[in-house]
C-alpha cells in the first residue's frame, strides 16, 4: 500500500549544525513532496515543497532533494537555530484515492540547542 | 496563519457517543480533506470532499462520515466513538489539483474518556 516512511525520528544538533531528514515513499507515482513543520500545539505549516519534475529546490536555508529513480526526498536546513526546533513531516501525494491526498512520514522531532 | 478555521478547538465525549467538527475552507479553494493525528504520528488521510461530494477516502470505517456545504465548508461526522478515536483532527482545504498547498486548520482535539 501506499507508504511514507521519515528518519530519524528524532534529531538533536547544536545551533550552527546542519541537520538532514530522509523520507522514502512507495507509490512511484506520486509527483508532489512537501514538507511541514509542527510546533507543539500548533497546526503543520508548509516550509518548502518539491514537485517531480525537479530535483532539488532550495529557500534560504531551507532545501529539499528529491530522487524519484530510489524513491527518496530529504529536507536539509543549514545553520540551525533554536527556533527550528520542532517536528518535521514529509508528505507524498500518490495519483490514487483523490487529488491532495497526502501520506505522511511518522515525522522527525528536532531539537537545536543552543 | 492561515485562512481555514476550526471549531471547536477541544472536545471531551464519553465512548459511544457521536461528534460534529466543523471547518471552514480558505478563500478560493474548493476541496477540503480531514485528517486524523493521534499523539507522536503524522497526520492520516480520512477523506475529501469535492464539490460537495466524497473524493477520495483513507482506510478508515463508515462510521467517519462528512459533509461539504456549497461555501466549500465542510463537517466531519464520528458514530460510536471509541477510545482510540482519540486525536487531533485537522482539515486542509486546497484547490483541486493534485499538486498544490494544502492549508491546514489549527485542528480539534478530540478526547474519549
Known amino acids: 500500500g501506499e507508504n511514507v516512511e521519515q528518519h530519524p525520528s528524532t534529531l538533536s544538533v547544536q545551533e550552527g549544525d546542519s541537520a538532514v531528514i530522509k523520507c522514502t515513499y512507495s507509490?512511484?507515482?506520486?509527483?508532489?513532496f512537501p514538507w511541514y513543520k509542527q510546533e507543539l500545539g500548533k497546526r503543520p505549516q508548509l516550509i518548502i515543497d518539491?514537485?517531480?519534475?525537479?530535483g532539488e529546490k532550495k529557500d534560504q536555508r531551507i532545501a529539499v532533494t528529491l530522487n524519484k529513480t530510489a524513491k527518496h526526498f530529504s529536507l536539509h536546513i543549514t545553520e540551525t537555530q533554536p527556533e527550528d526546533s520542532a517536528v518535521y513531516f514529509c508528505a507524498a501525494n500518490p495519483i490514487s484515492g483523490g487529488y491532495n491526498k497526502l501520506i505522511f512520514g511518522a515525522g522527525t522531532r528536532l531539537a537545536v540547542h543552543p | 496563519e492561515t485562512g481555514v478555521t476550526q471549531s471547536p478547538t477541544h472536545l471531551i465525549k464519553t465512548r459511544g457517543q457521536q461528534v460534529t467538527l466543523r471547518c471552514s475552507s480558505q478563500s478560493g479553494h474548493n476541496t477540503v480533506s480531514w485528517y486524523q493525528q493521534a499523539l507522536g504520528q503524522g497526520p492520516q488521510f480520512i477523506f475529501q470532499y469535492y464539490r460537495e461530494e466524497e473524493n477520495g477516502r483513507g482506510n478508515f470505517p463508515p462510521r467517519f462520515s462528512g459533509l461539504q456545504f456549497p461555501n466549500y465548508s465542510s463537517e466531519l461526522n464520528v458514530n460510536a466513538l471509541e477510545l482510540d478515536d482519540s486525536a487531533l483532527y485537522l482539515c486542509?482545504?486546497?484547490?483541486?489539483?493534485?499538486?498544490?498547498?494544502?492549508?491546514f486548520g489549527q485542528g480539534t482535539r478530540l478526547t474519549v474518556v
Open positions: 507509490d512511484s507515482a506520486s509527483n508532489y
Open positions: 518539491i514537485r517531480s519534475n525537479v
Open positions: 486542509a482545504s486546497s484547490l483541486v489539483s493534485g499538486d498544490t498547498e494544502a492549508f
